[in-house]
């Protein structure tokens, strides 16, 4: 449905040029929900605003459902522009306009008449959950509500692909969660292909088919939700995972020496990590059965991207050695990503780390598996 090629974006200034954009190439399928993601600078919303050529592409080839935008004259682009919708995270609604009028400005000069308009702006109305909001104004609505007004107006000449810059960004999160879950139903009750620009973890994870993360302009990974975050490539790609996730929290427990974390000879903390889509096994009871391994979790993070869990599981497992590294070894064997985070196995006492003055750290920190 989308097809960006080689897309570069430059803003000019007296000085210098600053590349916003560098080398993009992205294929997204009709009828995805294609999440951009990075932090603040990194070029996603001058991207996304390259699709409907709101900035011109500096070099590089737009195709929106088989046309170039890049190539058409004036007149002709803004006609495929009405297939193209877009919402902000600002609403930009008309204050002076009542919601019914708001969602019925982009029809104007479409040729319908008044009846047929009305009876849009009742569909869609219907469609966003909003109506008996259709004489309000927005000074009178919720930022979600308002947020759902700009959706309908985004919908009123029925585009093939809709933009979404931010749209969540301004509301608190039960609204966030009510507009995914809205976007959701119009992906699958219209088909209409939606491009996420976020930098909230959250929202990707809970909508979208694939995602892209960007980074200085550049699309620095790919691919789809689950592969991404269960095992990024990129540091990028794992800094927005530890926004969302308990897991990170060890590494703070163990420097402010935490009893949490404080460990007993025999002992040692593992994390737990799930790198597959079929994870139906009850792991843990498992290998403290069939290895006799004691197995205290300390906390976890599990959620369901799609149908498949993702995250994993901090705990402290104590036992013998032999027997703990075979449990290592079996859940590695299951797919199951394993890091030992502190380590204080055949030991009669913790032990210092070498090098460090008056035992700082009394336990041995261990490389990843």
């Known amino acids: 449905m989308i097809v960006l090629e080689n897309i570069g974006k430059a803003f000019e200034t007296n000085e210098s040029s600053i590349e916003a954009v560098k080398d993009v190439n992205l294929r997204i399928g009709k009828g995805e929900i294609y999440g951009i993601i990075g932090f603040s600078g990194a070029g996603k919303s001058t991207l996304v605003r390259c699709v409907n050529l709101l900035e011109r592409p500096t070099t590089g080839r737009v195709f929106v459902d088989g046309v170039e935008l890049t190539r058409l004259p004036e007149r002709e682009l803004r006609r495929a522009r009405r297939k193209i919708g877009m919402i902000f995270q600002q609403f930009n609604l008309f204050a002076s306009r009542t919601v019914a009028q708001n969602i019925a400005y982009p029809l104007k000069n479409s040729g319908l008449s008044r009846k047929q308009v009305a009876d849009k702006v009742s569909e869609l109305l219907s469609l966003v959950g909003l109506e008996?909001?259709?004489r309000a104004y927005p000074s009178q609505l919720s930022g979600g509500q308002k947020q759902r007004v700009a959706i309908a107006r985004a919908l009123a000449n029925d585009p093939?692909?809709?933009?979404?810059?931010?749209?969540?960004?301004?509301?608190?999160?039960?609204?966030?969660?009510?507009?995914?879950?809205?976007?959701?139903?119009?992906?699958?009750?219209?088909?209409?292909?939606?491009?996420?620009?976020?930098?909230?973890?959250?929202?990707?994870?809970?909508?979208?088919?694939?995602?892209?993360?960007?980074?200085?302009?550049?699309?620095?990974?790919?691919?789809?939700?689950?592969?991404?975050?269960a095992d990024p490539k990129r540091p990028i790609t794992r800094d927005f995972i530890d926004t969302t996730s308990n897991l990170s929290k060890i590494?703070?427990?163990?420097?402010?020496?935490?009893?949490?974390v404080k460990l007993k000879p025999g002992e040692c903390i593992l994390k737990f990590k799930y790198l597959e889509k079929n994870v139906s096994e009850a792991l843990v009871s498992t290998i403290?059965?069939?290895?006799?391994?004691?197995?205290?979790?300390?906390?976890?993070?599990?959620?369901?991207i799609g149908e498949a869990p993702l995250g994993g599981l901090v705990v402290i497992a104590s036992g013998r050695r032999q027997d703990i590294d075979d449990a290592i070894d079996y859940m590695r064997d299951k797919n199951v990503g394993v890091e030992v985070i502190l380590d204080a196995r055949g030991t009669s006492e913790l032990p210092e780390l070498p090098g460090l003055p008056d035992a700082q750290c009394d336990v041995e920190v261990a490389r990843v598996f």
Do not use: W
């Not at 969540?168 to 507009?179: A, F, K, R, V, Y």
């Not at 930098?199 to 620095?220: F, L, P």
């Not at 590494?251 to 949490?260: D, F, H, Q």
């Open 132 to 134: 008996d909001k259709e």
């Open 160 to 229: 093939g692909v809709l933009l979404c810059d931010e749209a969540t960004s301004s509301l608190d999160p039960q609204s966030t969660l009510s507009i995914l879950k809205l976007l959701k139903k119009l992906n699958g009750q219209l088909g209409i292909t939606i491009v996420v620009i976020t930098h909230e973890m959250q929202v990707v994870k809970e909508i979208c088919d694939r995602v892209a993360v960007m980074e200085e302009g550049r699309v620095v990974e790919e691919g789809d939700v689950f592969s991404v975050f």
């Open 288 to 304: 403290s059965r069939r290895f006799d391994v004691d197995v205290n979790i300390i906390f976890g993070n599990l959620e369901l």
């Open 251 to 260: 590494y703070g427990l163990i420097a402010e020496g935490s009893p949490v």
